[in-house]
């Protein structure tokens, strides 16, 4: 089903009465020409691409829960291209460009949002990184702006300018960064996927990788075995699990990242901001919820919940900056399975394995990535070479050293 304005006109006259599901709940087929593991943002993306730009379409998306139980659907929903390195910047840009006509293509509302990030800094040594970010980005086409403390001020006067350990001394602004709602996302790339013949397969957990001779042949799951010409691995926190199928170790660590959100209030804050000198970066939400999010737990985990003491951390950051959230009440807070990767930099590649093909180390910055890591993604696979914005995110970075060390550029890299 297409939506528009003259679809919505029938279906009020109708009482509402004919909308179809937004995607078909497929069941497995025997055989596919692509298998794509994982219903993520990045999962669904690539087969969306594989069908829409590359004639692909006998693909299945293989999902162990239901669309959006992962981390597509538990971030804090910040879109950015404001990196630094050149293996980043062309890559986020391209997915900066997708989200500008996302919702046109996939003829899915996804609320996207390009209210600006800021990026705080508190000294003149920290000033002087941001220039240079900004400069950068500038090289490259992508927008920044400097902003002086008076500028941020007229911005958001209730900040703690004056704070005696962290005063602010201005931001970096990418107006054309925001954010955009998360599951809306993936549920624009199922509807979009699904109209172009994609079978979204959820509740089949993949349990086995088959391989013959050095070629992947297909996958054993909860639902049966499914054979596949190609297989392709978006499984973001578990990627080291599944990789292990296929008797590969990734140079990756799982950790729980948490978000939180609190009661509604009126408008407050209309732009995403990051502070400069701890761990804590804060939006509001369309409902009114202030949504703000800090560092991954210190410890290895696949649980989907994290634990106190980032609580404790991203509270006292959230007071440093910003003194009168305090009186705010928090409503809810989750976690979700990140796979950082030891450079902070994805890897969208070949695996040793023929056929085998992995997408995976989004640490906590894959969501913004998504329909850039779904395009070329789904460019490797059909073409068997890698997209030129996305050749430097090769596996075998970790083994030759040419990594490519930005580790997302949060607000404060080095607690990655
Ligand atoms: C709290 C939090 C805040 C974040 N904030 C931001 C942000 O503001 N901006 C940003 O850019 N990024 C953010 N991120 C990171 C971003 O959400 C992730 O990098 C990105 O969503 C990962 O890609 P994905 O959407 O494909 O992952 P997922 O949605 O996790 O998809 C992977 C899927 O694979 C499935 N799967 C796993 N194993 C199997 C199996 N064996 N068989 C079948 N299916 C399997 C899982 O069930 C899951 O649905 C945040 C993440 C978290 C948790």
Known sequence: MR?????????????HKGWQPTWRDAAPKPEYDVLVIGGGGHGLATA????????????AVIEKGYIGSGNVGR??????????????TPFYELSMKLWEGLEQDLNYNAMVSQRGVLNLYHSDAQRDAYARRGNA?????VDAELLDREQVRAMLPFLDYENGRFPIQGGLLQKRGGSARHDAVAWGYAHAGDRNGVDIVQNCEVTGLSIENGRVTGVETTRGPIRAK?????????????????????????????????????????TVVTFGAGHFYVSQSDKGGLVFGGDIDGYNSYAQRGNLPVIEDVMESAMALWPGVGRIRMLRHWGGIMDMSMDGSPIIDHTAVQGLYLNAGWCYGGFKATPASGFCFAHLIAKDEPHPVAAAYRLDRFATGRVIDEKGVGAQPNLH
């Open 3 to 15: 939506y528009s304005v003259f679809s919505l006109l029938a279906q009020t006259l109708r009482g």
């Open 48 to 59: 969306y691409y594989l069908a829409s730009r590359h004639g692909i379409r006998n693909v």
């Open 75 to 88: 971030n804090t929903t910040i879109i950015r291209s404001n990196y630094l390195l050149p293996g980043n």
């Open 137 to 141: 980005m500038r090289l490259a086409g």
């Open 230 to 270: 190609k297989v392709a691995v978006a499984v973001a926190g578990n990627s080291s699990r599944v990789a292990a199928m296929a008797g590969l170790r990734l140079p990756i660590e799982s950790h729980v990242l948490q978000a939180f959100v609190s009661e509604g209030v009126k408008p407050l804050i209309d």
